[in-house]
């Protein structure tokens, strides 16, 4: 693709359940449920546990930009996690987490009220007895199943995980399903 001025950006508002692919592999939806355009491929990835923003887009050096780890383009998640987490782990999110594959940077982190979000189908889990709680993250870094695994190591893992932003791009204003297209400049994310 050539030095566009202007490349094309898709903000999808990914459902859990859905796998981040158009390729059918089983009966699980795909992206390809949402989108019949074979130019366009996602931005990395979302587990298909996971909801909230996806970007796609037609562009390889646009894509690159996005997921490179390099380029350091923050991404913020909300967490529902089992058990209300305590000030000692928040502080330990904010100082970076030992995984397997290692320290992670240190993230923002804050508890959060519970936030206004629709409905997952299926919901989670209730159980009476243990509360729930949430907290944002935002990370910088793209490993497997990050967020998961860095609330565990602190003691609470995650039940739910919505990525509400990636960089200045929102999840906001669109449900379940639902999709945005706009145009931006590859060169605004230097």
């Known amino acids: 693709m050539g030095d566009k001025a202007l490349s094309r950006l898709i903000l999808f508002n990914k459902p859990y359940g859905v796998l981040c692919q158009f390729r059918r592999t089983d009966d699980r939806p795909t992206l390809a449920d949402f989108f019949d355009d074979p130019s366009i491929h996602p931005c990395g990835r979302l587990d298909h546990d996971s ?18 780890p390099r380029f350091k383009l923050p991404k913020t998640y909300w967490a529902q996690l089992d058990n209300d987490i305590s ?49 944002e993250l935002v990370i910088s870094e793209g490993r ?4 998961r695994r860095m609330t565990a190591a602190v003691g609470f893992p995650t039940l739910r995980l919505v990525r ?21 400049s590859r060169h605004q994310l230097r």
């Open 87 to 135: 000030d000692d782990a928040v502080a330990q999110l904010k100082r970076g987490v030992m995984l397997k594959d290692g320290l992670t940077s240190p993230a923002l982190a804050k508890k959060l009220y519970e936030p206004e979000l629709w409905p997952r189908n299926p919901p989670i889990r209730y159980r009476a007895s243990i509360p729930t709680s949430w907290v």
């Open 144 to 147: 497997n199943r990050q967020v």
């Open 51 to 68: 909801e909230g923003l996806l970007l796609l887009t037609d562009d390889g050096v646009l894509n690159s930009r996005i997921t490179e």
């Open 164 to 184: 509400v932003n990636i960089g200045e791009w929102s999840v906001h204003g669109l449900g379940v399903g639902q999709w945005r297209e706009i145009e931006v």
